[in-house]
């Protein structure tokens, strides 16, 4: 027997598990995983406990799909890349969207680090299997892209811890970068010009020519 879901359901249950991956977020980031509960991330996301439950089953489910899912909208810029693509473009686009991310959601991106720096004790699996697998193919990619003489033959994995950590520090340590620049908060014009100085930076270090126009 097939049963049939309607697009209003479908619908429904999109706009339901956005709002209570956005609830789970804040708590997450505010209580740690050990602090957090489902109630007050039902309560967050304005949704009964039952509710919350049926869509991601339980909190230790709910904590790695959100660590994993905010992987994923980060790396999501290299997921297609091939050979065939510009470096210049591909790497200024993915450090250009990490930035972005780091300044709409800098919640996330401090969730993450605090489960690194506890040893990763729900992601191992995660940073093992998918992770890796999708750092060493987009490394043979831009080891090509330096055989071809379009980039120097930096270690692209170092590459991509680079322009990982150097994105999501505005985020992690934002309390650090404002006392130093004695402010109360970034701006959009600072996060233009530190994004800026981060695409120079690292496409000069690493040597990247924008590849020939086809005739």
Known sequence: MTILISPEATQ????????????????FASHGYRGASVQAIAEAAEL????????VGSK???????????????????DDIS?????????EA?????????RTHPQGSRLFAAEILQGA?????????????WVQTRAAVFKQWAEQGLMAP???VWLIFLIWSSTQHY??????????????????????????????????????ARRPERV
Request: aromatic share 10%.
């Open 12 to 27: 429904t249950r999109q706009r339901n598990e956005q709002r209570i991956f956005e609830a789970a977020e804040q708590v």
């Open 48 to 55: 009964p406990k039952s509710n919350v439950l049926y869509y």
């Open 60 to 78: 230790r489910k709910l904590y790695v799909a959100l660590l994993e899912r905010m992987m994923g909208r980060w790396n999501a810029m290299l």
């Open 83 to 91: 050979v065939e693509d510009d470096p210049a473009e591909v790497l």
């Open 94 to 102: 993915f450090i250009r969207s990490k930035m972005e991310l780091t």
């Open 121 to 133: 004790p729900f992601l191992q699996d995660y940073l093992r299997g998918e992770l890796r697998e």
């Open 154 to 156: 930096v270690d692209p």
């Open 171 to 208: 985020a992690d340590f934002e309390a650090q970068i404002l006392g130093i620049t004695d402010r109360e908060a970034l701006s959009a014009e600072d996060y233009e010009r530190i994004t800026d100085f981060l695409c120079r930076v690292i496409l000069q270090g690493c040597g990247v």
